[in-house]
């Protein structure tokens, strides 16, 4: 008793004891004996005119699959070229203009714009294409027609890839007291993906990808000695350009994703009282979705009046009690309300000949999260964090309409020891809520055993270790390992268990002024069991899966060779994905091969023609490799036609030159 | 054997001269609390230098990476905003007191070799920053983790690299190591190559959303740049409509689409509810339940229909 008295009172004493904390911001400078009418700066540098470099690059690219135009940036082959730029413009006055350019003429790439004086004023406008390739070489027999889809009797490859092409324009206006801002943005997407539809047999299909999402953004920021607010506005609309589809003999077989919008109302502010922080923000938003539906038997309206209102907001405090410790806590609110109309449809079931009529669901979801904290320095060398967190949800017409997740947490921060850092974090959480039932909305035939993994009761417990360690002043080494264990103890049918556990190791060294090397290696696994029932009763079927992932990198960078002029340096990078599913029932059976890895190296040597002049040349390699014993080839079998076997398996080479010259 | 221990031999004498140049302070005799409060003593008294940066120089003037800060914003005399036209380097590094008489009384110092605590270095950084992208940063997690501005910032460089599209990847993963090797997994978002950055995402002072997102929920993080899965729809997938990250890991996953687990068992997952869904699958490439898109086969409106007979989400 005396003992537990002791803590408490040490506790409040430390609580009540008077808040020491330094603060040397500019404006709380005792400036009373600065005359700065002496200050001359004769000895400062002015970066009035123009710097910075522009450089243009060369090379030849061989290659034999597209898709390592995702890491070389283009799908050109042989020669290629491109241009950049890093280059700043100050007049004397202090007006600023910038230019960033990266691998001009690739297709990822961008520009980045920006002029104005800062603290006053800047206007700024980006350009950026990224293209993402998944093949090369699909493969189908279906051709796209005005939305129609045509079959023909050999089948085509077409490339499966994706082109965002952003334009963003930004205008922001400063001054002591406020601050505003407005932004727009457009981005056009276009390519294919690949989908499905049912013929009536499914038929995989590349989808053709049309569509643009325009942005906006405004806002106004109000400031003052210790407060500040802002109000902004955002929309974005998306403009789906591709048409839904049909066959020729049979209509309407898939919806293309409807047009919609979104908006959005934000009022955020922050307040600071001493020692004490408050910072909060309340959100209205409106989604609206009014495109029209496919006219079609069964289906009573023209256009259905999606519309779902939320309503977000959040306040949280953060105050320094003493200059050791320090509590904070937060509530978030939010809300998403489907006010959407709701209908009664004609659906198809499997021979479509059977039909029913089914209503349309408008869910709504709640949201709220408390949060707890506080920080205790117990000694100079010893940090003390721990937390309380709960989650609550509340979902309509589901399994289960109320969830909620408690976490406690704590970590442990030592510094005592000279240049290492260690960290450790043990967190428990636990999820429960409202009854589970089979709800005749979300499922008519549901096995009553099944306990769906986003709603199922769940204790978790995570460790997390790390080591920061400096040995030397040229030295440093990083290591971390976490584990992390889901029980999903309720569960007879659906996912029952899973752990994520891995380790991380890096190293640096400036072994001298010329030369720094780096070396790194992680290694993660992630294993995970459900069941399953054939049989609409107790679990008769199992299934594990290990995945598996490993990632090496190194690199060395030697300057200073040849009187300074040349640098030579290489980097290597290896990786490794690796998933094994085993299916347990009369016996155990392993799925086929399921991995990826690939080798990155890049070499390069940076040669210094001058001062202003130099030329670096770079040599990449890339070995890519991927399976999936569940790629078919187009007609193997008759229950599905597949885009063909989209594994990889590819060595590629490039090498540029860059001129590069310094304003 | 012999080579073996020249090579030994050399290694020592290489730790050895290089942990004898170790950079380090005058003032390194004094802890972290004697430290700030000379500070502190030298702020309240005002002592600063009749010349700006000038006086500072005198001594500074060699060393490049002093005279980088005029390459950046914070070294630019003709912004009335930047510190280099308020009280110059004293803005930063406080007064100058006696510092100039031997260099032997301690300046505000910041970054990883500085023995003032994070919270006081960034109070320097924040008289000046204190705008509404750092509204949220007194109660971030990188606050609570006491990362100092320094530790991602560096403002005595020409450019900043937590501000430059082709380095800010690797800035946040100098401590986020594992979101560093996920970016290498078999499906993640192009942050390897740097198309995409962590901060078109991630709010690295802190956000009023979970897990510092610049947008108020994950869904509407994700629906910034997938806007055809914002709906609503007429027929939803409940798991897709709560939330994303519900089926796909953003960081990168060892399975296509970043999806947690791959089809049928990811469907398996929350379905058992009739024939086919609870169907055993013994091998994946060999019929519609296993082959190709799996059970996407057939429901390939998995994030949701607007088909007028599209509940099962198949058209």
């Not at chain 1, 909620?404 to 429960?432: P, Y």
């Not at chain 1, 030369?515 to 459900?530: E, K, M, P, T």
């Not at chain 2, 914003?73 to 007191?97: D, F, I, K, R, Y």
Request: charged share 20%; glycine share 6%.
């Amino acid at each position: 008793m005396n003992f537990k008295l002791n803590i408490i009172t040490a506790s409040l004493l430390l609580a009540s004891a008077p808040v020491l904390s330094a603060n040397f911001a500019v404006s709380q400078a005792n400036t009373t004996q600065v005359d700065q009418q002496n200050y001359q700066c004769k000895r400062c540098e002015v970066n009035s005119g123009y710097r910075g470099n522009v450089s243009v690059a060369a090379g030849y690219i061989e290659s034999d699959d597209v898709h390592v135009a995702n890491a070389f940036g283009t799908d050109q082959d042989g020669f290629v070229a491109t241009a950049n730029a890093d280059v700043q413009y100050q007049n004397s006055e202090g007006y600023q203009a910038k230019l960033n350019t990266h691998q001009l003429g690739y297709e990822n790439s961008f520009a980045q714009m920006s002029a104005g004086k800062p603290g006053l004023f800047t206007v700024d406008a980006d350009y950026q294409l990224i293209t993402t390739y998944q093949s090369g070489d699909a493969q189908s027999n279906l051709y796209y027609d005005q939305g129609t889809l045509v079959n023909s009797t050999l089948p085509y490859a077409f490339e499966l890839s994706q082109q965002r092409e952003k334009i963003a324009l930004q205008a922001e206006v400063q001054h002591d007291m406020y601050q505003g801002y407005v932004q727009f943005e457009t981005e056009d997407k276009s390519g294919y993906t690949s989908s499905s539809v049912m013929n009536p047999s499914p038929v995989n299909i590349g989808l053709v990808v049309d569509s643009t999402t325009d942005s906006f953004t405004a806002g106004a920021i109000l400031n003052g000695a210790n407060w500040l607010t802002e109000l902004s506005y955002f929309a974005s609309q998306y403009d789906n350009n591709s048409q839904d589809l049909s066959f020729t003999y049979l209509d309407d077989v898939y919806a293309a994703a409807p047009d919609n919008e979104a908006h959005q109302i934000s009022l955020s502010g922050q307040y600071q009282l001493d020692s004490t922080v408050m910072s909060g923000r309340f959100i209205v938003g409106r989604m609206i979705q009014d495109d029209d539906l496919i006219s079609m038997s069964g289906n009573p309206i023209q256009n259905w009046d999606g519309e779902v209102d939320t309503t977000d907001a959040t306040l949280k405090v953060s105050s320094m009690l003493s200059n050791r410790l320090r509590v904070g806590g937060s509530y978030d609110y939010s809300n998403r309300e489907n006010n959407s109309s709701v209908f009664e449809f004609q659906q198809y079931t499997f021979n479509d000949l059977n039909d029913t009529f089914k209503e349309n669901i408008a869910t709504d979801i709640e949201r709220s999260t408390y949060k707890l904290n506080a920080k205790y320095r117990i000694s100079q060398g010893y940090r003390l964090q721990a937390g309380y967190d709960r989650k609550e949800i509340d979902r309509s017409y589901s399994a289960r309409e109320e969830t909620h997740d408690d976490t406690l947490w704590g970590k442990l921060s030592i510094r005592a020891i000279d240049n290492v850092v260690i960290d450790i974090k043990a967190e428990h959480s636990n999820r429960d809520g409202s009854a589970y039932q089979t709800d005749e909305l979300t499922s008519s035939e549901e096995n009553a055993l099944m306990r769906k993994y986003y709603l199922a009761n769940r204790t978790r417990n995570n460790v997390e270790l790390s080591i920061n360690h400096t040995p030397l002043s040229w030295l440093g080494v990083d290591i971390s390992a976490h584990y992390a264990k889901d029980d999903y103890d309720d569960t007879v049918i659906g996912l029952t268990e899973s752990e994520d556990y891995g380790v991380n190791l890096n190293l640096n060294a400036t072994v001298s002024k010329h030369v720094s090397l780096y070396g790194f290696a992680s290694q993660q696994w992630i294993n995970s069991a459900q069941a399953s029932s054939q049989s609409y009763s107790a679990a008769d079927w199992y299934t594990d899966i290990e995945d598996e992932f490993i990632n090496i990198g190194t690199g060395i960078s030697y300057g200073g060779l040849m009187q300074d002029k040349l640098t030579l340096g290489a980097d290597y990078l290896f990786s490794n994905s690796n998933s094994d599913t085993y299916i347990t029932s009369t016996g155990t059976t392993p799925y086929g091969d399921y991995y990826s890895y690939n080798h990155s190296v890049n070499m390069y040597a940076n040669y210094n023609l001058s001062n202003e002049m130099a030329l670096k040349l770079t040599y990449r390699y890339e070995r890519y490799y991927d399976t999936d014993d569940a790629q078919m080839s187009l007609d193997e079998t008759t229950s599905v036609i597949t885009l063909g076997e989209l594994n990889h398996n590819y060595s590629a080479h490039q090498v540029m030159l860059n001129f590069s010259y310094l304003l | 054997m012999n080579a073996y221990k020249q090579l030994l031999f050399a290694l020592s004498l290489v730790i050895y001269g290089c942990a004898f140049n170790a950079a380090s302070t005058p003032w390194e005799q004094l802890d972290s609390e004697q430290l700030e409060t000379t500070l502190i003593e030298k702020f309240a008294e005002g002592n600063y230098s009749p010349k700006g940066a000038d006086s500072c120089l005198m001594c500074h003037k060699k060393n490049d990476k002093v005279m980088d800060i005029f390459k950046g914003v914070h070294g630019n005399v003709t912004n009335s905003n930047s510190p280099m036209a308020g009280l110059q380097c004293e803005a930063c590094h406080g007064p100058l007191g006696n510092h100039n008489r031997g260099g032997k009384e301690p300046m505000i110092q910041f970054g990883q070799d500085s023995k003032l605590s994070t919270q006081t270095q960034n109070t320097v950084c924040q008289g000046c920053h204190n705008d509404a992208k750092q509204m949220a940063w007194h109660n971030s997690t990188h606050n609570l983790e006491d990362i100092a501005c320094a530790d991602c910032h560096v403002v005595h460089a020409a450019t900043d690299p937590a501000l430059e599209k082709l380095t800010v990847n690797d800035t946040c993963t100098n401590c986020h190591t594992r979101e560093k090797a996920d970016m290498n997994k078999r499906s993640s978002h192009p942050m390897k190559w740097d198309q995409m950055t962590c901060i078109d995402c991630h709010s690295p002072h802190g956000s009023m959303s979970e897990s510092a997102l610049n947008k108020p929920s994950i869904n509407d993080t994700c629906y910034s740049c997938h806007a055809e899965k914002r709906g609503p729809v007429l027929w939803e997938h409940a798991p897709v409509t709560e939330n994303c990250v519900t089926c796909h890991n953003p960081h990168g996953s060892v399975n296509e689409s970043m999806l947690t687990h791959r089809a049928p068992q990811l469907c398996q997952q929350c379905h058992a509810d009739d024939g086919h869904a609870s169907r055993v699958v013994q091998q994946p490439g060999v019929d519609a339940f296993g082959g190709g898109k799996s059970c996407l086969n057939c429901h390939s409106q998995i994030h949701g229909s607007n088909h007028p007979a599209g509940s099962t989400l198949q058209r």
